[in-house]
Nanobody, 119 residues
Framework: VQLQAYGGGVVQAGGSLRLPCAASGRTFSIAKMGWFRQAPGKEREFVAGVRWTGGITNYADSVKGRFTISRDNAKNTMYLQMNSVKPEDTAVYYC?????????????WGQGTLVTVSS
């Protein structure tokens, strides 16, 4: 599975941004997809995940109520809608996919896309 994340950029605090992630290759094997982020000087952290069948979602506490993860199975694309962004949301955002069911374990990773939130 190959993953391509894009849509990053500079956004003002309180604003919105949507990140798509397109999957290609053996997409029939995808059980779930997710977003992670890594801020400068920090470890990579889980942001949100979505099961490919059924659409069940899971979020980190830090983004609940502000971010929404969704997927379009027909387009093999996952999205992260980021609303009410904060400076602490500044990070490189990575999309990932997995054949398994454990929320925090992923097999394939895309390149990152940088999101910068200005105050």
């Amino acid at each position: 599975v190959q993953l391509q994340a894009y849509g990053g950029g500079v956004v003002q605090a309180g604003g919105s941004l949507r990140l798509p992630c397109a999957a290609s290759g053996r997409t029939f094997s995808i059980a779930k997809m997710g977003w992670f982020r890594q801020a400068p000087g920090k470890e990579r952290e889980f942001v949100a995940g979505v099961r490919w069948t059924g659409g069940i979602t899971n979020y980190a506490d830090s983004v609940k109520g502000r971010f929404t993860i969704s997927r379009d199975n027909a387009k093999n694309t996952m999205y992260l809608q980021m609303n009410s962004v904060k400076p602490e949301d500044t990070a490189v955002y990575y999309c990932a996919s997995s054949r398994g069911s454990i929320w925090y374990e992923y097999d394939y990773w895309g390149q990152g896309t940088l999101v910068t939130v200005s105050s």
